[in-house]
């Protein structure tokens, strides 16, 4: 009897015993991953606030005043919404477009397109903007000679002008959004859509009465993504709005870290600036996804995408999605290839082609750091890429289907460093990690630290678009089947988000591999990365080298977009 | 309950983030002790003992002493350096093969070393051993205390305006006037710097927006020469809404080049050399205008790991056979002086540069900056 009744007991108590064990492991889990997540935002970030408040008589609103009154304030921070709205738009618009195009109809020519609309992503913002530089500069630009050529004056554009600055980076972040896009396409059921097409309702309201209704919170997010990235863009307001006498947040950041005594007041204050119009977005867009259950098409339902017949609008699209090939990526893209086979830049004619040669490609390798750059590229942007997708998969899942407070804080906190110009969260770390106990100074992994804080919001934003869309259903399935919390996140959540975490991955891969800002100030010898190889060419004026080395760069990241689709495409990227 | 623990942890976390940056804050202050101890002698008094010690030695001596103390540090040297990829890797390499010993390089433009030097020294951090920038920032990165005294032999060669304490000027660069021959022709180019204003000019001119030292000893020279300050400004400032405002020396001369601007008034003249000899259609000379001398220099580090290794690659930056006849070669301008009298004025160009007070302009930064700022947004 006592030998039964012992029986009965243990397996009762082992199971609870193990059930408290496994609790345990996964709140101490979501610790980590909550404290991990904190820490990295947190440390530039007191640090900024400490440095605005720390100068001058130590008064905060003293240095608020003081650095809010610099002659030409106002007009920074006009030129600087201005910018970041018009790049917003664009980007979004154009990203969105070309990502329905392709996930959902059946225009012509899209096979080609995810590939190629990731271009602009791939190109460096440096060698990006010199490539414009040449296309639409008002005297040489190629585009301006051939539009006055056939009489078009009224089209010419300068590059080093606002709406200039507004077209090179909404075009350049153009792919973000697409990729953005493209996921949360992916994942909406078409049954909607097709049921509208049944009812008789044209190609245009079925767009805008059905479609963007259901991608509202990615659409949303990609706003919010390129009003912050374009406020936070340091490249493009350096090459083009400097000239034009267009100053912004960063760039007026840029001259107050570059002078002395350094303004460290003047730029912490303009960074939490940054940060709280950040916060704002964030805070709106989260509110009006609030209610994301409307948004979950990923269901227990299965379906099948169908495409949208495009009718009569099918070869328009088709020649929209040319036009943006030849646009974006190709005129860029030959504008680079044609440098790089010159000694010096020379409008084109029979001139420059007899100076055409490979000279630039064939002494790339001279240059010492160019091995060791490309091997450390590597090495950062996969692991940084990697490590970040399935920190923010778990971070994604606490904020969006847990019920724990303090979840929206969480949120919003991985979304900040979207305003950490990069020069400052570089000045940030130094200041950190040159007295924090942690030895990474100097090593690659900084530049780890950098890149895994400055990506975090993008790669929030993927996974959380995807999880967003994921039903309760499938888990609460899986855990009433007896699943565990990790085993039901693995084998359930992380195959459903698996395709925004590729586009997520891909992206912060390739924007890795771009990040120059904080890099320049971290880097040492053996720890030089591919961006700041391009920058020391910009620098040494090598600029027909430095297009080898970038034609170079494309070619190898358009590999890795490559092979990441594949393997995309057999976890549902591509349907 | 999940959720109390995760907002406590997230709470707890904060807290720490925040002591933690709260103990680092504190932790600048003694950094910065640290750096002006380094000023009164405590970490010079390494390198000082070698200073001494080679005080009296011939070159070749010093040399021989330099090298074994460099390996039985075992360090490698560590260089800090402004000079464009190209040239610095040169110049390490032949460094390496000379003397077997390895250098760790970080380049990056003169502020941006400046910057990153001024934040290792305020935490007590020992990042370089030798340092080659601009002289205007070096004399910022100087007053810090964080430079020893200057000791190579090679100095008694250089000219006298590139002879600090505790820095020496290894390579000079001018600022010129530079015009796309295909826009321009020689008897165009501005006979004197108030020509910049003519409307001959207007939407041809690009001023380059980093050169506040150029600026600084342009008006000072106006002033000499009976302006007054404010004249002087007034120049630039029209001189600067005549132009478009452009980033980066070289960047501008691809540009000008390229013809989407005619002239600027601020144009490396080596840079100018290195175009022509691949017959871009650019040109320097004759210069009619005053021309600015800016000096970059070498230093040790008071702090230097490898002190040793340091003041040897300092004599080799700075030697006549070396560096210095690598410069020539590259159609830089050296310090030495009997190398310089030599290798400056390709095409005849018979000038007499300006050289300011780098610690005069240093002394009054943040006016000479202010100034500068608004004549860059005149533009």
Partial sequence: MTSNKAHSVTPTANLRMRRTLGRMLRYLGFAAVVGVTVYLVLVPLVFLIWRGISAGDGSILGNIAEAYSIRGTGDMVLNSLFFAVGTALLATVVGASLAFA??????????????????????????????????????????????????????????????????????????IAFLLMFAAFKATDPALEESALMSGASVPSIIRRVTVPLVRPALLASL??????????????????????????????????????VRYDDAAIYSVTLILITVIGLFLVTRANRRGERFQTITGRGFRPRLLDLGRWRWPVGVAVVAYFLI???????????????????????????????ENYATMFDIASVGRAIKNSILLSIGSATFLMLLMAVVSWITVKSKMKGRHLLDS?????????????????????????????????????????????????????????????????????????????????????????VAGWVFVVVVSVRELSASILLYRQGTEVFSVV?????????????????????????????????????????? | MGGCLVVSELKGVIALVVVALIATSCAEDAGDTTAAGSASGGECAEIQELIDATAAMLPSERETFLLKKAIEDGDNVSLYTELNVRDVDEI??????????????????????????????????????????????????????????????????????????????DRVTY?????????????????????????????????????????????????????????????????AANSSITSGHTATLELLIAGQFGITPNGYSHRVEEFKIENAP??????????????????????????????????????????????????????????????????????????????????????WDDLWDEVVRSG
């Fill in chain 1, 534 to 575: 391009i920058w020391e060419l910009w620098e040494a004026g090598q600029t027909t080298q430095l297009a080898a080395v970038g034609m170079t760069l494309v070619l190898g990241l358009t590999v890795v977009v490559g092979i990441a689709y594949k393997v995309g495409a057999n976890i549902g990227v591509r349907g």
């Fill in chain 1, 102 to 175: 392709t996930v959902r109809t059946n225009a012509p020519f899209k096979a080609v397109l995810y590939a190629a609309s990731l271009v602009p992503l791939i190109i460096p913002g440096i060698l990006y903007t010199i490539a414009w530089i040449f296309l639409l500069s008002g005297r040489i630009g190629w585009f301006n000679i051939t539009l006055r050529a056939v009489g078009l004056d009224a089209l010419v554009v300068d590059v080093f002008s606002l709406p200039g600055m507004v077209i090179v980076e909404g075009l350049h972040l153009s792919p």
């Fill in chain 1, 224 to 261: 919010l993504l390129m009003f912050v990235r374009g406020l936070e863009s340091f490249e493009t307001p350096a090459l083009l709005g400097i000239p034009a006498g267009r100053w912004v947040f960063t760039s007026q950041i840029f001259r107050s870290l570059n002078t002395y005594p």
């Fill in chain 1, 413 to 501: 906190i991985t979304g900040w460093p979207l305003a950490f110009p990069g020069l400052v969260l570089g000045v940030s770390l130094i200041f950190v990690y040159l007295r924090a106990p942690i030895p990474v100074y100097g090593t690659l992994w900084i530049l780890f630290i950098v890149y895994v804080t400055k990506y975090m919001p993008y790669a929030m934003r993927y996974a959380s678009t995807s999880i967003i869309q994921i039903s309760s259903q499938l888990e609460e399935s899986a855990r009433m089947s007896g699943a565990t919390w990790w085993s039901t996140f693995r084998r359930v959540t992380l195959p459903l988000m698996a395709p925004g975490l």
């Fill in chain 2, 175 to 239: 600022l010129v006037p530079v015009w796309n021959t295909g826009i321009f022709s020689a008897a165009e180019a501005p006979q004197s710097f108030e020509d910049f204003a003519d409307p001959l000019f207007s939407g041809q001119l690009a001023l380059e927006d980093s050169d506040v030292y150029w600026f600084a000893v342009m008006v000072q020279h106006f002033v000499e020469e009976g302006m007054t300050e404010e004249e002087a400004v007034d120049l630039f400032k029209t001189i």
């Fill in chain 1, 328 to 358: 974006a990526v190709v005129a860029p893209l030959a504008v680079l290839g044609y440098l790089s086979l010159l000694p010096f830049y020379m409008p084109p004619g029979a001139e420059a082609f007899s100076s055409f040669s490979l």
């Fill in chain 2, 92 to 169: 390490i390499d032949i460094f390496e093969e000379t003397y077997n010993v390895d250098v760790d390089l970080f380049r990056a433009g003169s502020e941006d070393v400046r910057l990153r030097v001024l934040e290792e020294a305020a935490a007590g951090f020992r990042g370089f051993d030798l340092i080659e920038i601009e002289a205007l920032d070096m004399t910022i990165i100087d007053q810090k205390g964080i430079l020893a005294p200057a000791s190579s032999p090679y100095r008694e060669g250089i000219i006298e305006a590139g002879l600090f304490d505790n820095f020496t000027a």
């Fill in chain 2, 282 to 367: 650019i040109e320097w000379l004759p210069v009619n205008v005053p021309v600015v001398a800016e000096i970059t220099a070498v230093a040790v580090a008071c702090s230097a790991k490898n002190a040793a290794g340091g003041m040897l690659l300092e004599d080799f930056f700075l030697n006549p056979d070396t560096t210095q006849a690598y410069f020539v070669s590259v159609n830089r301008t050296p310090a030495n002086a009997a190398q310089q009298a030599e290798a400056f004025g390709p095409g005849g160009a018979d000038i007499v540069p300006l050289r300011g007070d780098v610690s005069a302009i240093v002394e009054d930064f943040q006016k």
